[in-house]
């Protein structure tokens, strides 16, 4: 297998792997970013602990799908995480919390 060929088959499978969220993304309700994975869920637990004066986070997820083009299986119904680095946890809008703006009169 040469050098262009396992890029491309690199590239196809992030492809697919964005397309997967693409497509599963509206199942979830949150969007948790950790220093080594992305993550969709319904069901977050986040917990800041300290130990020997360190602080670190202990991390819970439930019913969740994990950003990673090497992974056979994605979807997970337990996840933890325990990282002294930065999380990030957002809650994703549903399409029906979305309100259009009004249409208005620009002045015509």
């Not at 297998?1 to 199942?27: I, P, W």
Request: net charge negative; no cysteine.
């Amino acid at each position: 297998m040469s050098a262009e060929d396992l890029e491309n088959y690199e590239t196809d499978m992030e492809l697919q792997l964005y397309r997967e969220y693409r497509d599963v993304v509206g199942l979830f309700s949150y969007v948790v970013e950790t220093e080594r994975r992305f993550y969709l869920a319904n069901h977050v637990d986040l917990q800041a602990r300290s130990a020997d004066g360190e602080v670190y986070f202990d991390l819970t997820l439930q019913d969740a799908w994990v950003w990673d083009v090497y992974r056979s299986a994605r979807f997970v119904k337990n996840v933890r995480v325990i990282t002294f680095k930065d999380v990030n946890v957002e809650e994703l809008a549903k399409s029906d919390d979305l309100e259009l703006p009004k249409e208005t009169d620009l002045g015509n």
